[in-house]
């Protein structure tokens, strides 16, 4: 890999390589101010946003402003970015579509103040492709949205923007959600922690909160673990969630040895390269030696389960974008021009009309979905699986400028771990945990059952004191 494709903005600033809990600390002590810190932040996104395009609105006079008194929280001061689908006072939320022209948003969605109740300073928004339904954060007729590790690769999605900017060291950690891997895919192809929710951990906002099954998890983008559960820990403090015992604030591993069952076998149509496979198989055998009972389980689910959950999420993927296709006036702005929107929308908007009779039956399954995830765990308390069935394809191949017919075969052969998480509400873990022959990192996942963030923290911290994260830095 030559210098010239790999992008980051790191250096002897007042941010330095901190992560967010150690920027904080710095600030808290009065090492460096809140208004330090969100200028080198500043400095960094205007060095390094011309390359890598994650930067999709900023707000940098706002944050410099809210720097001169910054709010209390566990990350008072620290800065960061929101995804461009969630509302923040002040800024458009234009979806990453250009059929979406939306003036400014006129108060926060909720989980953005649950988010900003940490003490983070938005910078402004980050880079999504339209409406989050690609897993590469690309465009038809607009520049991509570039991996930091090399930048003729994808930085995934649909929080691409969010990745690409917290492993270019732009900020430390970054807004982001999930609705079928958009944690967690980032998280593998640049190098970093993405945590999904438990479903209802966090507050959703009015459009996740309306589907029929709320596949949708809001989040942050990390460069280590001890970020990732500090934020866990800050927005149980804003709001308790109902129904759920509470994470608390995960500190380090536990003593406890896990029963873990690891997921090496393809799914159903859809096969694992051998550099994913190996990521996955090198971490069972790092977790043994750890002294974790490791088994090997297969599948997931029996094979008839996993192909007609398959199925029922395509047609709810098609769902979605048939809604906004056809509704997107109302469900999403009233900016809104369907004559503008991407192929990928178009056609699965299409594809569910041809078969949205079997709505139903659909929904009803994927919410039963829930209690079959829950069964999984029966003899196994976490699951070891791929993120995602192959390594971070370069930019073009899942691009919507491809075609429907084109780009969705690809996805569905990428985008194969992930999707089981967001029907059934069961948390997830993207760590990065190996690296492709290309360089590029390969994300590792790991899943729990309802409830069971704590867990996966835990062993998450484990395994980042066992083998570091490679950072971008690192020499090549």
């Known amino acids: 890999m030559s210098l010239s494709t790999r992008v980051h903005s790191f250096g002897d600033d007042a941010l330095g390589r901190l992560d967010a809990t150690g920027i904080a600390a710095a600030i808290a002590s009065g090492d460096i101010s809140a208004a330090e810190a969100v200028d080198a932040a500043i400095a960094r996104a205007d060095a390094v946003d011309s390359r890598l395009n994650a930067i999709q609105s900023s707000d940098f006079d706002r944050a410099r402003e809210h720097a001169r008194r910054p709010g209390s929280g566990v990350f008072a001061g620290v800065p960061t970015f929101v995804k461009d689908n969630t509302d923040v006072a002040g800024l458009a939320s234009n979806h990453g579509s250009l059929g979406v022209d939306a003036a400014p948003a006129t108060r926060n969605a909720p989980f953005t103040d649950q988010l900003l109740s940490t003490g983070l300073i938005s910078l402004g928004k980050s880079t999504l492709p339209e409406f ?22 994808s930085s995934g999605a649909s929080s691409g923007g969010s990745a690409a900017l917290v492993a270019a060291g732009v900020v430390p950690l970054a807004h982001a959600n999930d609705g079928g891997g958009s944690i967690r895919i980032p998280a593998a192809a640049c190098g970093l922690v993405g945590l999904k929710l438990t479903r209802g951990r966090e507050l959703a906002d009015a459009h996740s909160a309306g589907m029929p099954v709320n596949i949708v998890s809001n989040g942050v983008l990390t460069r280590t673990v001890r970020d990732t559960a500090t934020f866990v820990a800050q927005i149980e403090r804003y709001r308790a969630a109902p129904r759920l015992a509470p994470v608390g604030l995960v500190e380090g591993p536990s003593s406890r040895r896990l029963r873990i069952g690891v997921i090496s076998s393809s799914l159903p149509g859809i096969d694992v390269d051998d550099p994913t496979r190996k990521a996955v198989s090198d971490t069972a055998q790092l977790l043994s030696a750890l002294g974790h009972d490791v088994t090997e389980l297969g599948l997931p689910l029996p094979e008839k389960e996993l192909e007609a959950f398959q199925e029922d999420f395509k047609h709810y993927w098609g769902l979605l ?156």
């Open 132 to 153: 989050g339904f690609n897993a590469s954060t690309e465009y038809e007729t607009l520049p991509p949205t570039r991996n930091p590790w090399n930048t003729e690769y």
């Open 321 to 476: 974008a048939f809604a906004v296709h056809r509704f997107g006036k109302r469900v999403m702005d009233p900016s809104f021009d369907a004559s503008a929107i991407d192929a990928l929308t178009r056609g699965l908007s299409a594809m569910f009309l041809r078969a949205f009779w079997r709505t139903p039956q659909v929904i009803r399954r994927l919410r039963q979905s829930e209690a079959i995830y829950h069964r999984s765990f029966a003899d196994v308390d976490v699951m070891v699986s791929p993120v995602v069935a192959h390594t971070t394809p370069r930019l073009g191949h899942l691009s919507p400028a491809n075609g429907f017919d084109v780009l969705f075969p690809r996805l569905l052969a990428y985008v194969a771990f992930t999707p089981l998480n967001n029907a059934s509400g069961g948390p997830a873990l993207s760590l990065p945990l190996a690296q492709s022959p290309e360089g590029l990192p390969i994300g590792v996942q790991l899943s729990a059952d309802h409830g069971a963030e704590g867990r996966l923290l835990e062993l998450a911290f484990e395994l980042e004191a066992a083998q570091a994260f490679r950072r971008i830095t690192d020499a090549m």
